[in-house]
């Protein structure tokens, strides 16, 4: 049984409380830092660490008038602390409660989708060990080509996930980052000491050179994984999409009861989540081209960056979130129909069996070009007049010259499509 999460749980690190709370986990996180190294007085200390709080609508009370977020947040919170709030952000300029708040919701919502993605992961295991040697028509074009197992789809979209997981990882580790370094990021007024104490309280690492602001290359890194994941989903949805079509109908999303298709048309089924993936798909990439143009502020910092990222990161990883999970529900329920998959394999008239009679051919003396000339000469008659493109080959003299009943009987066998299964499995950690 595959474990659903909530998606509200990754909405909630985006609302503002949160964001809140994160600038002042950051915030008392820096004062302990600064009590350590002496700056601060111990009873300061514990009266910050003890009432220090915050009332959203109070803060946007405030900021009506001061038009300054932080300023309104610190002025909020002093009302809780009293005297010892004159130690809060002491040295520190906006942006380094900003940025490593922001570095700590990040990192919460990459562990949600990291987990979302090992999930779906594991669903598209479990489906390719299910079709593993479910034999299915390869298409290239959207033609015919060779035969394959259904379950090396899946296995395929198992090992992509496998490097999105990698990729996350990497990602989470990059935005992992806090900055306590003031104005300019020259430490003028705080020392290099208190930034790594206060990024150790908070699970963070201290990044080696800032300017006023974490610098955004981290975040576009961050963005472009989760687009590089939409389009993985969105590789999945297509494929689906086009074997639910009426003419294949290899595989069709779950239907439930009560279900309708359409308006007009009483027996639709539709793909509707998998169309649904592909359109959400583009706007995960249309996010990204803004996250790689706030890498560029001008000298040490200016706010261009700021106003997109309100937008485009809960909005990013709020929509990969729903994305993975319906995928998860997709591919647990997805219906199957491998007696479609061998009706279209056979669809042809054995067709597909053309490369390796060439091959056959050629191994056995033929040069390629009279080989392939053959080859094609009965395929196309095969097509065209929807013959069994085995009785044709039989009938021809120069084949059966070369290859005896028994050897093209062998050669329009489906064995040799499953031989490596087992080797790819096994190369990509499925057992």
């Not at 080509?145 to 899946?154: C, I, W």
């Not at 296995?155 to 996930?161: G, P, Q, S, T």
């Not at 580790?173 to 020259?186: M, P």
């Not at 990044?207 to 999945?236: C, F, H, L």
Request: proline share 2%.
């Amino acid at each position: 049984m595959i474990t659903r999460y909530s998606r509200p749980e990754m909405s909630k690190i985006w609302e503002l409380s949160n964001r809140f709370q994160c600038m002042l986990d950051v915030e008392i996180a820096a004062c302990k830092a600064m009590n350590q190294v002496g700056i601060i007085p111990d009873q300061d200390l514990a009266d910050i660490v003890e009432k220090a709080d915050f009332d959203v609508e109070r803060i946007a009370e405030i900021e009506e008038t001061t038009r300054h977020d932080v300023i309104a947040f610190l002025t909020n919170v002093s009302e809780y602390v009293g005297s010892s709030a004159r130690w809060i952000h002491y040295g520190m300029t906006s942006s380094d409660v900003l940025d490593t708040a922001t570095s700590l919701q990040l990192k919460q919502a990459g562990e949600i989708i990291l987990r979302d993605l090992e999930t779906f992961s594991e669903v598209l295991k479990i489906k390719a060990k299910e079709h593993k040697y479910t034999l299915c028509i390869g298409r290239s074009h959207g033609i015919h080509a060779e035969p394959t197992t259904f379950g090396l789809k899946f296995a395929l979209w198992y090992d992509e996930m496998q490097r999105n997981i990698k990729r996350m990882k990497e990602a989470i580790d990059n935005i992992s980052v806090g900055q306590i370094s003031g104005a300019v990021g020259n430490y003028a007024h705080i020392s290099p000491e208190i930034e790594a104490i206060t990024c150790r309280h908070l699970g963070l690492k201290a990044v080696n050179i800032s300017t006023q602001v974490i610098q955004r290359d981290r975040i576009a890194e961050y963005i472009s994984v989760i687009a590089i994941i939409g389009s993985t989903i969105e590789k999945i949805a297509t494929e689906i999409r086009h074997l639910q079509r009426t003419e294949v109908l290899e595989v069709e999303e779950n239907f439930s009861k009560g279900q309708k298709g359409s308006s007009a048309m009483p027996h639709k089924r539709n793909p509707i989540v998998t169309e649904q993936m592909c359109g959400l798909a583009r706007i995960l990439r249309t996010n990204l081209p803004a996250t790689l143009e706030n890498n560029a502020l001008w000298h040490e910092r200016d706010i261009s960056h700021s106003s997109v990222e309100r937008i485009i990161l809960p909005d990013s990883c709020i929509l990969i979130n729903y994305m993975l999970n319906k995928m998860i529900s997709l591919i647990d329920n997805l219906i199957c129909y491998p007696e479609n998959m061998k009706k279209n394999l056979e669809l042809t008239k054995g067709l597909i069996f053309s490369q390796v009679l060439l091959l056959e051919l050629a191994k056995r003396g033929a040069s390629r070009e009279r080989a392939y000339d053959i080859v094609q000469k009965h395929a196309l008659i095969s097509w065209n007049e929807k013959e069994s493109f085995l009785d044709l080959v039989k009938n021809d003299s120069e084949i059966t010259s070369i290859l005896s009943e028994s050897e093209l009987e062998g050669i329009f066998s489906y064995n040799r499509y499953t031989e490596h299964v087992d080797l790819i499995y096994n190369r990509i950690g499925i057992s």
